[in-house]
Nanobody, 122 residues
Framework: VQLQASGGGLVQAGGSLRLSCAFG???????MAWFRQAPGKEREFAATINQSGGDTFYANSVKGRFTISRDNVKNTMYLQMNSLKPEDTAVYFCAARNQPIISTSPADFIYWGQGTQVTVSS
């Protein structure tokens, strides 16, 4: 399964960005997630969504500001990021798994995108 992340960029604190992750698999994928990795830090979980899109879960650090969604007709997952903070600066990775349910563990995801840089200036 090929995942292609896009939508990153430079934004001022308080601004918004929408990330997209196109998954190139005509019969779809299972649960998906966004992870992020800041310079010098380990990759951390941000948000996850199940196969149907009806179940989501967020890290406390992004809850109430980020919204994960997916369009299984367009084979695309999204991350709407509002009220961005400088500490949100990181490379954001999308990931997918065959199982339909959500997960917060990177070890549960076997398909990964290449990452897209998000930089939030103060």
């Amino acid at each position: 399964v090929q995942l292609q992340a896009s939508g990153g960029g430079l934004v001022q604190a308080g601004g918004s960005l929408r990330l997209s992750c196109a998954f190139g698999r005509p019969f779809g994928v299972g649960g998906m997630a966004w992870f992020r990795q800041a310079p010098g830090k380990e990759r951390e979980f941000a948000a996850t969504i199940n196969q149907s899109g009806g179940d989501t879960f967020y890290a406390n650090s992004v809850k109430g500001r980020f919204t994960i969604s997916r369009d299984n007709v367009k084979n695309t997952m999204y991350l709407q990021m509002n009220s961005l903070k400088p500490e949100d600066t990181a490379v954001y990775f999308c990931a997918a798994r065959n199982q339909p349910i959500i997960s917060t563990s990177p070890a549960d995801f076997i398909y990964w995108g290449q990452g897209t840089q998000v930089t939030v200036s103060s």
